[in-house]
């Protein structure tokens, strides 16, 4: 499958939401060392990010989205066995109640 260099919040939820059901690992890695509230984020660690199976899918966000897509070639090549995706208007767009509601979205 081929994956957009961006996702939105709202995308970001639903397939991560699908794509975990299917048994690929998706990550938001904070490239700021600013975690984002409820929701898990992984610190930018080339040596733990590693450890994540093949296949596995890294969302990569700054405050505002355009350091991580301006990276987004350096950690393709740095993770060339994963997906790597910017996360579209980074922190500063993240909506803290936002939610995947799983009841709305029948398989």
């Known amino acids: 499958m081929k994956y957009p260099d961006e996702w939105t919040q709202k995308e970001f939820l639903e397939h991560k939401y699908k794509l975990e059901k299917e048994g690929i690992k998706v990550v938001l890695v904070d490239t700021i060392l600013s975690p984002i509230?409820?929701?898990?984020?992984?610190?930018?660690?080339?040596?733990?990010?590693?450890?994540?199976?093949d296949g596995?899918?890294?969302?990569?966000y700054c405050d505002s989205g355009k350091m991580t897509k301006s990276r987004l070639k350096e950690y393709k090549e740095k993770f060339p066995s994963m997906h790597c995706i910017s996360l579209k208007g980074g922190r500063?767009?993240?909506?803290?109640?936002?939610?995947?509601?799983?009841?709305?979205?029948?398989?």
């Open 37 to 53: 509230e409820k929701v898990q984020t992984e610190v930018y660690n080339p040596y733990e990010l590693q450890k994540y199976p």
């Open 56 to 60: 596995s899918i890294f969302v990569f």
């Open 92 to 107: 500063s767009y993240w909506r803290v109640n936002m939610q995947f509601l799983e009841a709305l979205h029948h398989d």
